[in-house]
């Protein structure tokens, strides 16, 4: 299983950005699904949550100006960023929590990072 994130970028102070991440290979169910964000630095922080029935959770820092969803039917998670502002700048990954086979636990599994840029 692995989890492919794009759509990061550079943008202007109040601008917009749509992170998409989608899981390929073989597996059995997704529960939770995250994105998380690094600066430089920075430990690597939480920024939104999204369960398998929808259930939303978002860090203040972005409460009101992102928004997280997902789509089940292609084992997808998206992030629409709004009123960027330089300090959402970071890289940007996505989490997902599957489970890969019958039977088996959960498992963490983490995107590659996508860059985002906000200028001033």
């Known amino acids: 299983v692995q989890l492919q994130a794009s759509g990061g970028g550079l943008v202007q102070t109040g601008g917009s950005l749509r992170l998409s991440c989608a899981a390929s290979g073989s597996l059995v169910s997704i529960n939770d699904m995250a994105w998380y964000r690094q600066s430089p630095g920075k430990e690597r922080d939480l920024v939104a949550t999204?369960?398998?029935?929808?259930?939303?959770n978002y860090a203040d820092s972005v409460l009101g100006r992102f928004f997280i969803s997902r789509d089940n039917t292609k084992r997808a998670t998206f992030l629409q960023m709004n009123s960027l502002k330089p300090d959402d700048t970071a890289v940007y990954f996505c989490?997902?929590?599957?489970?890969?086979?019958?039977?088996?636990?959960?498992?963490?599994?983490w995107g590659q990072g996508t860059q985002v840029t906000v200028s001033s």
């Open positions: 999204i369960s398998n029935g929808g259930i939303t």
């Open positions: 989490y997902a929590r599957i489970r890969a086979r019958w039977g088996r636990d959960t498992n963490d599994y």
